[in-house]
């Protein structure tokens, strides 16, 4: 059993700044891509940025200049650094990483995590 945890969501006045974590844990064999995601209510969930093996990044036009994502291979986490944060960024935000559980298996799985709220006040 494989699982995603995030973890540093809070509350925070626009123009502020949050760092988000998500770590991995369980059985991992190799992880490929890995991404944040976000949902506020009533809209649907989108993808804000993301990180492949090699370390290539792509990120939601509204918040590139922004948000960064990155990466540690050996820890297994994935960190998205939020900046010059504005009320429209408020949402749940999930981390989701293809994941496989066997060395020498092609078979990944896209696990998601449970979700960090981010509130933005105005």
């Known amino acids: 059993q494989v699982q995603l945890v995030e973890s540093g969501g809070g509350l925070v006045q626009a123009g502020g700044s949050l760092r988000l974590t998500c770590a991995a844990s369980?059985?991992?064999?190799?992880?490929?891509?890995m991404r944040w995601y976000r949902q506020a209510p009533g809209n649907q969930r989108e993808l804000v940025a993301a990180i492949d093996s090699g370390g290539s990044t792509n990120y939601d036009d509204s918040v590139k200049g922004r948000f960064t994502i990155a990466r540690d291979n050996a820890k297994n986490t994935v960190a998205l650094r939020m900046d010059s944060l504005k009320p429209e960024d408020t949402a749940v935000y999930y981390c989701?990483?293809?994941?496989?559980?066997?060395?020498?298996?092609?078979?990944?799985?896209?696990?998601w995590g449970q979700g960090t709220q981010v509130t933005v006040s105005s």
């Open positions: 989701n990483a293809d994941i496989s559980e066997y060395s020498g298996s092609s078979v990944y799985r896209r696990i």
């Open positions: 369980g059985n991992i064999a190799s992880i490929k891509a």
